[in-house]
């Protein structure tokens, strides 16, 4: 959910030049940091052998975690489009994050 907000905020700021950057930079980072802080405690607490998850949801957060890095890493080819760049990542990364909360 937060991923969507952040989305939509960047998005805003792409539509809105007026808009200060700081909002949607500062919402975008706290969004990611908390989906990689999420990723990194499923994969301690599957390293447990004592607990199963799905694969299906596993690969979820497999991808929500590689498109942060593709994003970060694409962020030098989109100067001017950053902002729709990271809006457009931030709804997806909600939409997968949704798809793995509804998986089981």
Known sequence: ?????????????????????????????????????????????VSDETITAPRIHMFY?????????????SRDSMRGRLEMLYGLVGLFLMGIGIRAAITR
């Open 61 to 73: 957060g497999f991808v929500g975690f590689a498109t942060v890095g593709l994003a970060y890493s």
């Open 1 to 45: 959910m937060a991923n969507g907000l952040a989305g939509l905020i960047a998005l805003a700021a792409w539509r809105l030049p007026k808009m200060p950057r700081r909002w949607w930079v500062i919402a975008t980072a706290l969004a990611e940091i908390t989906l990689v802080v999420q990723v990194t405690t499923g994969a301690v607490l």
